[in-house]
């Protein structure tokens, strides 16, 4: 027998399109990168030319000192990445991050020390044990400014970090998510009562002797309807994870089932299906319906009087002018509710899954977009969906 399985939740992977969290963990982080130490870079050029109005040696420092923070920062924002990652305690992780933010900035004060009395040619004549090169009182140039800075870019490199674990944890979230919807499609598939197929084959059998003629007939309704079941058996992953199909292919799988259960009992049942053009494009998730058809054939021969009537009706209304409009899906038969209580005296099956899928499901995808009812009123039990329009999922648009 054939299995299926679900992807880990570590992601699914679409190879021809490119993934926006690592195009948004390179670029960004890089693209700020160039923008911090610029702007850092014009402003130090800006603060040198107040003590030092030599254009051009200003130039020089500011293109050092902005160089080699960027370096400095870099190689330190590796050193940061490996301690994060480490299983240190949170005090001591704060505590090794201050402190290559110390160290790096000692460096890197030294660093621009070292290349100012290379790259200024007035430092040579005045340069003593006390004096302070020309340029050096600039804010930018106080020796607690390079630690203070890269502090600065610490905390916007850390919070672009945090940013993106962020980006990468709900990403996962919505992929567990998806597999979840598509472990309780597939449940709910499997679910969908195993005894019509067994009743359908044995009927199919039964006609082979009395009526042959309906053979034909009766294989090709319950071909149709297991192809619908089967409907995502070809499908990637990511296709079949949220599968939402026109609401009249749903409606012409339930017309299958209910041609085949017509054939099994005769004159004991009848149905109908009522869909207008507008309502039949819509697109809902697969299996939202059938466990309603599905319901009131099991639970409605058992309780309605001979013939059991079903009726299926799809049509787009409005509560009001000025409210919105809304899918109304209904699925009546004629019988009662039957309760927990009196499906487990008769030891029946029926523990109401079916039902608490299709309001799961709507729960998930569309929240406070739509409603669920299961009610009885004048010896029929009525089954009715609602989901705002706006809440739909648009059709696929075709080019010209």
């Known amino acids: 027998m054939a299995t299926t399985s679900i992807p880990s939740l570590a992601g ?50 500011a293109l050092w000192a902005a160089g080699s923070g960027l370096a400095i920062s870099s190689f330190m924002g590796f050193g940061l990445h490996l301690l994060l990652d480490t299983t240190l305690h949170p005090i001591g992780k704060t505590a090794g991050v201050l402190g290559t933010v110390a160290g790096s900035g000692a460096g890197w004060g030294g660093l621009y020390y070292w290349g100012a009395e290379a790259l200024n040619p007035f430092a040579g004549p005045v340069l003593n044990l006390t004096a302070t090169l020309p340029g050096q009182g600039a804010l930018l140039t106080w020796p607690l400014a390079f630690p203070l800075l890269l502090l600065l870019w610490s905390g916007l490199a850390l919070g672009v970090r945090h940013l993106y674990q962020q980006q990468v944890q709900r990403r996962q979230l919505l992929e567990a ?78 017309r299958h089932y209910l041609t085949v259960e017509k054939i099994r009992f005769e004159e004991d049942l009848q149905w109908t299906v ?18 309603l058809v599905e319901n009131a054939i099991k639970h409605g021969q058992r309780t309605s009087p001979s013939p059991l009537r079903v009726a299926i009706r799809g049509q787009m209304t409005t509560a009001a002018p000025s409210a919105p409009s809304q899918l109304v899906v209904e699925v009546t038969n004629t019988g009662h509710l039957r309760s927990e209580g009196h499906l487990r005296s008769e030891g029946k099956g029926g ?19 739509s409603r669920f009812a299961l009610t009885e009123k004048d010896g029929r039990v009525r089954a009715r969906i609602e989901i705002d329009a706006d809440a739909l999922d648009k059709p696929p648009t075709t080019d010209a």
């Open 351 to 369: 523990t109401g899954t079916g039902l608490d899928n299709v309001r799961a499901r709507l729960d998930a995808r569309y929240a406070d977009h």
């Open 177 to 254: 998510e998806m597999a979840a919807e598509r472990a309780r499609l597939r449940m709910l598939r499997y679910q969908l009562n195993p005894h019509f197929f067994f009743n359908a084959l044995n009927t199919i059998g039964a006609l082979a002797e009395n009526a042959p003629g309906q053979v034909q007939t009766a294989v090709r309704e319950l071909s149709g309807f297991l192809r619908y079941t089967l409907l995502d058996s070809t499908e990637s992953p990511e296709a079949s994870a949220v599968q939402v199909v026109p609401l009249q292919d749903e409606l012409e799988a339930a």
């Open 12 to 61: 699914i992977e679409a190879p021809d399109r490119e993934d926006p969290v690592l195009s948004f963990r390179t670029a960004l982080p890089l693209g700020l990168q160039l923008l911090f130490w610029t702007v850092y870079g014009v402003v130090f050029y800006g603060t040198l030319l107040r003590y030092l109005p030599f254009p051009p040696i200003a130039q020089h420092l």
């Open 274 to 291: 009522d869909l207008d053009e507008e309502s039949a494009a819509q697109r809902i998730p697969a299996f939202l319906v059938l466990p």
